[in-house]
């Protein structure tokens, strides 16, 4: 049975910093291209960060040169460091594969930018 389990969310001031992290079981990030989603109010979730099987990683323009998505093949977890953060990153973060294909989102981890 497939879990993914957010967390390290929180409340941050503008340029500020946060480190998500991504617990994973029931598939092995090593085999599959990782990435992070997040949802803000009102909008469609949109994909943030993504890392290949191989370690190829790739970033929506938004967050590129800020947000850094890593993975830990031996303990199975997919980590986010967010740096500089804006209020524009205020959102519901979650992990998920890509292409999407589980049928399954966690919960999520709230990320709230605000001085």
């Known amino acids: 049975q497939v879990q993914l389990v957010e967390s390290g969310g929180g409340l941050v001031q503008p340029g500020g910093s946060l480190r998500l992290s991504c617990a994973v079981s029931g598939i092995r990030v090593r085999f599959n291209a990782m990435a992070w989603y997040r949802q803000a109010p009102g909008k469609q979730r949109e994909l943030v960060a993504t890392i290949t099987s191989g370690g190829t990683t790739t970033y929506t323009d938004s967050v590129s040169g800020r947000f850094t998505i890593s993975r830990d093949n031996a303990k199975d977890t997919v980590t986010l460091q967010m740096n500089s953060l804006k209020p524009e990153d205020t959102a519901v973060y979650y992990c998920?594969?890509?292409?999407?294909?589980?049928?399954?989102w966690g919960q999520g981890t709230q990320v709230t930018v605000s001085s």
């Open positions: 998920n594969t890509q292409p999407l294909w589980l049928n399954y």
